[in-house]
């Protein structure tokens, strides 16, 4: 079963479950170290959080699989902006 995959630009994508039905969970970005968290069935993965490198900000993420939207954003000093609304309209 797969279990990672390393592309050329240094992306580096994790899978669970079982053979033909893994499923992404993680990615990390090579181009500023930041992580992605992935819930959901196999083909259906939707983001749920992303972390970035340099530890200031964490997204929290709700929605289908190509609809998430961020719900929320925490930051390095405490401080947590919430928002709402459809997506793209969370900036």
Do not use: C, W
């Amino acid at each position: 079963r797969m279990v990672r995959t390393v592309f050329a630009n240094g992306n580096v994508k994790y899978y669970k479950g079982e053979q033909g039905a893994e499923r992404l969970v993680r990615m990390e970005l090579a181009d500023d170290g930041g992580v992605e968290h992935y819930e959901g069935e196999s083909g259906a993965e939707r983001l749920s959080r992303a972390e970035f490198a340099n530890g200031e900000e964490v997204q929290y993420y709700e929605g289908e699989g190509g609809a998430e939207r961020m719900v929320r954003a925490e930051y390095a000093d405490g401080s947590v902006q919430h928002y709402e609304g459809e997506r793209g309209a969370d900036r």
